[in-house]
Nanobody, 128 residues
Framework: VQLQASGGGLVQAGGSLRLSCAAS????????MGWFRQAPGKLREFVAG????????YYADSVKGRFSVSRDNSRNTVYLQMNRLKPEDTAVYYC??????????????????????WGQGTQVTVSS
């Protein structure tokens, strides 16, 4: 699976952006997807995740209520809608794919090591 993230840019605090992550291949619907971000000098951190069927979503406490993750399996794309952006949201945002097991898969959605494929990242800069 190859992932291509897009939609980043410069926005003022309080504004919105929508990130997209397009996946190649026919097995996109087999993958749970995650969004992570990394600010300069900081570790990569989990932002949001969504199960392969889209029925379950997960969020970091810092973005809960402001960000929304969704996916369109017919378009092989996952989205991250970011509202009420803050300067501390400034980072490079990455999408990642986890091959979800059939049946119960209790993967640790916030752990980068659980993800098999990564996109190249898109820069989000929020000015104050």
């Amino acid at each position: 699976v190859q992932l291509q993230a897009s939609g980043g840019g410069l926005v003022q605090a309080g504004g919105s952006l929508r990130l997209s992550c397009a996946a190649s291949g026919r097995t996109f619907s087999s993958y749970a997807m995650g969004w992570f971000r990394q600010a300069p000098g900081k570790l990569r951190e989990f932002v949001a995740g969504i199960r392969r069927s889209g029925d379950l979503t997960y969020y970091a406490d810092s973005v809960k209520g402001r960000f929304s993750v969704s996916r369109d399996n017919s378009r092989n794309t996952v989205y991250l809608q970011m509202n009420r952006l803050k300067p501390e949201d400034t980072a490079v945002y990455y999408c990642a794919a986890h091959l979800e097991s059939h049946g119960v898969d209790n993967y640790h959605y916030a752990d980068p090591l659980e993800y098999d494929y990564w996109g190249q990242g898109t820069q989000v800069t929020v000015s104050s």
